[in-house]
């Protein structure tokens, strides 16, 4: 089995860049190549944000959400899934 390690990346300016945040939730898509970045919390507080992430070029974009009618609370403690369908 081939060794698997974490490589920082380091982020160009002029580029969107979610806030740090712990206890959220990324989630990617089976042969997709988007994931989703949500919720989580920082030092600010609980977040209430989703962010889709080209796993290939690794550019975030804000996903803008219909704050007047949302049903998504600002939420943390979450886990990842890999929806396969």
Avoid at 16 to 32: A, D, E, G, L
Avoid at 41 to 54: F, H, M, Q, R, T
Avoid at 59 to 68: A, I, R, W
């Amino acid at each position: 089995m081939a060794e698997k390690a974490l490589t920082r990346i380091h982020f160009m300016e002029n580029k969107v860049i979610p806030p740090k945040r712990n206890s959220h939730t990324f989630t990617r898509m089976m042969h997709s190549p988007k994931a989703y970045l949500a919720c989580g919390a920082n030092s600010e507080g609980p977040l209430k944000d989703i962010y889709e992430v080209d796993l290939q070029s690794l550019n975030f974009k804000k996903l803008v959400l219909d704050e007047s009618e949302m049903l998504l609370p600002a939420t943390e403690m979450h886990s990842a899934h890999i929806y396969k369908e």
